[in-house]
T-cell receptor, first 116, second 117 residues
Framework: AQKITQTQPGMFVQEKEAVTLDCTYDTSDPSYGLFWYKQPSSGEMIFLIYQGSYDQQNATEGRYSLNFQKARKSANLVISASQLGDSAMYFCAMREINQAGTALIFGKGTTLSVSS | EADIYQTPRYLVIGTGKKITLECSQTMGHDKMYWYQQDPGMELHLIHYSYGVNSTEKGDLSSESTVSRIRTEHFPLTLESARPSHTSQYLC????????????????FGPGTRLLVL
């Protein structure tokens, strides 16, 4: 079964609009972490934001916020006031406590295109 | 800000050649990882290391090998490159936090795009 599901292959938004990128996850571990990464066309993976399963508040980092709904097992990334430079592929990833120290499990990604 | 480097950034090579992809980090991180990513697809772990002289295979089977002789260096070697090895290879590192846990953030290098003809 897929652990991380990103159902939107592509999203299109205009500058200054907000956009939500969906991510659902599947785990039976009580302790886990959720990450979002941005991958521009140049190929590097840029860490954006982290949410822990026990965190009481939704994570925020500048224009990025994470809409964490634990009961629904969703961790959607919200980008406010989109910019042209936000055009990239976005990956949701998870680490479970029993996998601590090993790899992240990645979703298939969502391509975001921001137009002027 | 993470300091993790990969060379070469791009490599075009013929079938049967031996290649080594370099990865170095200057953050003193104990854990390092290699991921493989086909264009437009998700990342898959192929190797990881918890520290010097520690290497493990990841979830995705790979014909490559790795070594970890120094903390900062985690090279990946393909003894005989084939067209099926064409992909992007991403190196990452993370530091153990406290007693461990899901919070460890992995920082990635810029990647190596490999094309085997």
């Amino acid at each position: 079964a897929q652990k991380i599901t990103q159902t939107q292959p592509g999203m299109f938004v205009q500058e200054k609009e907000a956009v939500t990128l969906d991510c659902t996850y599947d785990t039976s571990d009580p302790s886990y972490g959720l990450f979002w990464y941005k991958q521009p066309s140049s190929g590097e993976m840029i860490f954006l934001i982290y949410q822990g399963s026990y965190d009481q508040q939704n994570a925020t980092e500048g224009r990025y916020s994470l809409n964490f709904q634990k009961a629904r097992k969703s961790a959607n990334l919200v980008i406010s006031a989109s910019q042209l430079g936000d055009s990239a592929m976005y990956f949701c990833a998870m680490r479970e406590i029993n996998q601590a120290g090993t790899a992240l499990i990645f979703g298939k990604g969502t391509t975001l295109s921001v137009s002027s | 800000e993470a300091d993790i480097y990969q060379t070469p950034r791009y490599l075009v090579i013929g079938t049967g050649k031996k290649i080594t992809l370099e990865c170095s980090q200057t953050m003193g991180h104990d854990k390092m990882y290699w991921y493989q990513q086909d264009p437009g697809m998700e990342l898959h772990l192929i190797h990881y290391s918890y520290g010097v002289n520690s290497t493990e295979k990841g979830d995705l089977s790979s014909e490559s090998t790795v070594s970890r002789i120094r903390t900062e260096h985690f090279p990946l070697t393909l003894e005989s490159a084939r067209p099926s090895h064409t992909s992007q290879y991403l190196c990452a590192s993370s530091a153990t936090r406290g007693s461990g846990g899901p919070r460890e953030t992995q920082y990635f290098g810029p990647g190596t795009r490999l094309l085997v003809l």
